[in-house]
């Protein structure tokens, strides 16, 4: 018994003392592993007579349970040092800006169809929207285009099988059926920009079967001429962001819209390639004109009472323009590499009108 409390202070003692968990196994596996210590002694009882072995065999439980205790309570004293020392050592900053992850990029049409409705939405039109689908009457005849209109061969257009209400169905050639769908929904004032999808039979470096419009419609009481060109000029000039961009107003024909005028911007051509700006030549960018008296009684509102005026561009190619996109093909191949170089940061919006480097 004397030498059991001479190993008890001994195990005890060193447990202590331990300075690493490591340390701390040995320990456990010196003391009560199977060829430690204590293990040892208990192995022994079995030689012993009864009474011996009762008192022995109770007080080697009784170090076992102080021995495995004191390794438990040491373990956690140790774990909550090496803790503390960790915190000591490592420190996180947490005023450090987060590194950037991989972002996505807008593509140049939708950035495009967001700047154009930013500048016309600052001027209190709001967005409005069609199907793709349309029939012939409001793609053709309520513009004031009748069957056998030329305009309707212009128009390459891409014809479904079957009919809706007794028209043929076709992929509207452009987004001024949405004037149509709106003044029959509406009543004026109307003031609305028609952001869309529209299809043309054609293919080429300037021609897609699938491009994009903006549309845009008002009709009040008193809105005139001079409104539309002050309208169309800002549009231009906030843009392509020249103030001072020559704009002008060349005499054309629409069946839809009377006086009928096509929007050319003043610009210099270097190489292949067009500067907006100051130059000597003029390039086309819009159609527009004041809405035709009988479109408006198409659309179920009184010519007498009220007129507006209506407009219709391009959305890819003011973006070829605006941010130097040679070919109208590489807008729908989606190679990651062009969107890449030619895409922007959807985070930096307060950009949006002056445009963005891409
Ligand atoms: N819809 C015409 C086009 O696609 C553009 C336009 C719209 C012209 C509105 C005048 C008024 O070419």
């Known amino acids: 018994m004397e030498n059991l409390e001479a190993l008890r202070q001994e195990l005890i003692g060193a447990i202590e003392q331990a300075e690493d968990p490591k340390a701390l196994e040995d320990l456990r596996v010196t003391a009560l592993g199977k060829k430690g210590k204590v293990t040892g002694l208990m192995k022994g009882l079995g030689a012993m007579a009864p009474e011996e072995r009762k008192e022995a065999g109770a007080a080697l439980n ?5 021995i495995a205790a004191a390794i438990d309570e040491k373990s956690k004293t140790l774990e909550t040092a090496a803790l503390s020392a960790r915190l000591e050592a490592e420190s996180l900053d947490v005023t450090l800006p987060a590194r950037p992850g991989p972002a996505g990029k807008i593509h140049p049409i939708s950035q495009t169809i967001d700047e154009v409705t930013m500048i016309l939405g600052d001027m209190g039109f709001s967005v409005a929207e069609g199907p793709d689908i349309e029939d012939d009457w409001h793609n053709f005849s309520a513009l004031n285009i009748p069957p056998e209109h030329p305009a309707r061969q212009e128009h390459d257009t891409f014809y479904l099988p079957g009919e809706r209400d007794g028209h043929r169905l076709l992929l509207r050639t452009h987004t001024s059926p949405v004037q149509i769908r709106t003044m029959l929904t509406e009543k004026p004032p109307i003031r609305i920009i028609v952001p869309g999808r529209t299809f043309r039979c054609d293919y080429d470096a300037t021609h897609s079967p699938m491009f994009h419009q903006i549309e845009g419609l008002l009709v009040d009481e008193s809105t005139h001429m001079g409104h539309l060109k002050g309208c169309l000029e ?20 629409f069946p839809f819209t009377e006086p009928s005028a096509e929007v050319d911007i003043g610009c210099t051509r270097e190489g292949g390639t067009f500067r907006i700006g100051h130059g000597d030549e003029w ?8 809405v035709n008296p009988k479109v408006l009684e198409n659309g179920g509102i009184d010519p007498e009472k009220y007129q507006g005026f209506a407009f219709g561009v391009g959305i890819e190619r003011l973006a070829m323009l605006k941010y130097g996109i040679p070919d109208l093909r590489t807008f729908y191949e ?8 030619y895409g922007f940061s959807p985070l930096a919006v307060p950009n949006l009108i002056e445009g963005l480097n891409p």
Not at 237 to 249: A, H, K, M, S, Y
Not at 283 to 290: D, N, P, S, T
């Open 62 to 66: 009784q170090l076992k349970t102080e």
């Open 234 to 253: 800002e549009l231009c000039r906030t843009f392509f962001g020249v103030e001072d961009l020559p704009v002008r107003f060349r005499p054309s024909y």
């Open 283 to 290: 390039l086309e960018i819009l159609g527009c004109g004041m």
């Open 334 to 341: 989606t190679d990651i590499r062009w969107l890449k170089h």
